[in-house]
């Protein structure tokens, strides 16, 4: 991948930020959760009143389920349902959901009441969909309302007057547990939902890479057979403008016509041949020796004041042809990025060394530099590493991460183990090295997972009889 398609692709961190995901969530979803609480509420009072004979106020906590429901029809009925709530709307929506739930524990004795656990619902809510700040004031509510709930509420009774309550140690307890469960479900809702819009932003951020990559490649097929196919009408043209100018020497008006359609001919003839070649659509070029393929991934960083050396390992022994390589685009590219990331931070040596057996192919890329950060050698891979690999490299930029990810998931996506390891340099000595002594990565593929197959092209025909 050439630098201007890496910075490209680096900006797609940006397409999804996290300060607009509070914005993502329609006001229909909003007022559907809504109704759903509604009719569980409905439910507990009238069976804690019908069948379990419990002396409610029950004006009261009707009045209570009415204002969300009033709510609810009010917010239907002046909004579109495709509505996308703003942040501070979903911190108020979610903030009265809150009260409103307080307000009918408070009638239903407090934190005696068993669905007191509930109050961390709206929390768990925010901590999925809104930002950090937004979290911190609904979840700060929450604890808030907890604590006044556990002194302050009407006492739940039968209808005999005999008073239902729980001893004070379980009264804390639930206190206790429903302030742990905010704090734990809040941290532990925003951490997995930051990780999982991470990884949904990079995995896009890898499809438009892959994406781009196959229409060039087929962008390059269509010019290949736009030449082929044109290939013929240009030489009949150009045939035949050549027998007319024989023919139009003693015209000399004609003969200039004659002579430009020839010209135009060759002029288009000449265009074609530096789009394409009709080479370019034949099937020997879906396949390649693993060289050749490490030859392409490493070209357009051939020029960038690194040395790239690629060679087959000493190893590599026992009389085993090289593999043949589907070029798939996958393959290309993750190899690309691999040694892009190894330029950048190399000192002034990048090595490339392949080497095969009957069962797997391995691809080794190593540098001069200073390797990985030991703290972050586990990490390598995941999207979005804000914190700095290695020193800085010579051109002042400073990764993301994004990269790594990107070559990752697309050689893995082919079959690929990837490892990430260091030489012995590691950031111990700022003496420039000429062996591979900084990061190492290295790839194993199955056979064959990307081995072509060998009859790919099908069998000679004998056309003699």
Same mark, same amino acid.
């Given at each position: 991948m050439t630098q201007s398609n890496a910075i490209m692709i680096e900006s797609n961190q940006d397409l999804f930020p996290e300060s607009k995901r509070g914005e993502w969530i329609r006001l229909r979803t909003m007022i559907f959760i809504r109704w759903v609480a509604i009719s569980g509420q409905l439910a507990a009072i009238i069976i804690a009143y019908q069948y379990f004979d419990l002396a409610l106020d029950i004006s009261l906590c009707f009045f209570a389920v009415g204002i969300s429901a009033l709510a609810n029809i009010t917010a239907s009925l002046s *909004?579109? &349902?495709?509505?996308?709530?703003? +942040?501070?709307e979903n911190v108020f929506m979610i903030l009265f959901d809150l009260?409103?739930?307080?307000? !009918?524990?408070?009638?239903?004795?407090?934190?005696?009441? /068993?669905?007191? *656990?509930?109050?961390? #619902? /709206?929390?768990?809510?925010?901590? #999925?969909?809104?930002?950090?700040?937004?979290?911190?004031?609904?979840?700060? #509510?929450?604890? %808030?309302?907890?604590? %006044?709930?556990?002194?302050?509420?009407? =006492?739940?009774?039968?209808?005999t007057g005999k008073l239902l309550s729980i001893p004070d140690i379980f009264l804390f307890g639930n206190w206790i547990a429903i302030i742990t469960g905010v704090v734990f479900l809040a941290f532990y809702s925003t951490r997995v939902t930051s990780e999982l819009n991470t990884m949904s932003d990079a995995l896009f951020a890898t499809q438009t890479a892959l994406s781009r990559e196959q229409k060039l490649t087929d962008l390059g097929?269509?010019?290949?057979?736009?030449?082929?196919?044109?290939?013929?009408?240009?030489?009949?043209?150009?045939?035949?403008?050549?027998?007319?100018?024989?023919? !139009?020497?003693? *015209? =000399?008006?004609?003969? &200039?016509?004659?002579?430009?359609?020839?010209?135009?001919?060759?002029?288009?003839?000449?265009?074609?041949?530096?789009?394409?070649?009709? &080479?370019?659509?034949d099937l020997q070029m879906h396949q390649a020796l693993l060289a050749e393929i490490i030859r392409e991934a490493a070209? /357009?960083?051939?020029?960038?004041?690194?040395?790239? +050396?690629?060679?087959?390992?000493?190893?590599?022994?026992?009389?085993?042809? &090289?593999?043949? %390589?589907?070029?798939?685009?996958?393959?290309?590219?993750? %190899?690309?990025?691999?040694?892009?990331?190894?330029?950048? *931070?190399?000192?002034?040596?990048?090595?490339? +060394?392949?080497?095969?057996?009957?069962?797997?192919?391995?691809?080794?890329? #190593?540098d001069d530099g200073y390797g990985y950060p030991v703290n972050l050698l586990g990490r390598l891979g995941d999207p979005f590493l804000t914190a700095k690999i290695g020193k800085q490299n010579r051109q002042g930029y400073e990764g993301m991460g994004l990269g790594l990810f990107i070559a990752k998931t697309l050689l893995e996506r082919t079959g690929a183990k990837i490892s990430f390891m260091n030489g012995h340099r590691n950031q111990a000595s700022n003496q420039s090295k000429v062996e591979p002594s900084g990061a190492i990565v290295e790839i194993n593929w199955p056979r064959n997972k990307v081995e072509s197959n060998a009859n790919l092209f099908g069998e000679n025909q004998n056309f003699f009889i």
């Open positions: *909004f579109p &349902e495709s509505k996308r709530l703003s +942040e501070l009260f409103q739930l307080a307000f !009918l524990l408070y009638l239903t004795g407090g934190l005696n009441n /068993p669905f007191s *656990f509930l109050l961390v #619902a /709206p929390v768990v809510v925010s901590a #999925a969909a809104l930002k950090r700040q937004s979290t911190i004031i609904i979840g700060s #509510a929450a604890i %808030l309302i907890v604590t %006044l709930l556990s002194s302050f509420y009407v =006492p739940l009774e039968n209808q097929g269509i010019v290949a057979a736009a030449a082929h196919e044109l290939g013929t009408p240009l030489a009949t043209i150009k045939l035949t403008s050549s027998e007319l100018i024989e023919e !139009l020497r003693d *015209f =000399p008006e004609l003969l &200039e016509d004659a002579l430009l359609i020839r010209d135009q001919a060759d002029r288009c003839g000449n265009i074609l041949n530096s789009m394409g070649s009709t &080479e370019k659509d070209e /357009p960083h051939s020029k960038r004041g690194i040395t790239i +050396e690629t060679k087959i390992s000493d190893d590599h022994k026992g009389g085993i042809d &090289e593999p043949h %390589l589907i070029r798939r685009p996958e393959i290309i590219h993750g %190899l690309r990025n691999m040694i892009q990331n190894a330029v950048d *931070f190399a000192t002034s040596k990048v090595w490339v +060394e392949s080497s095969w057996t009957k069962e797997k192919i391995t691809i080794i890329i #190593a």
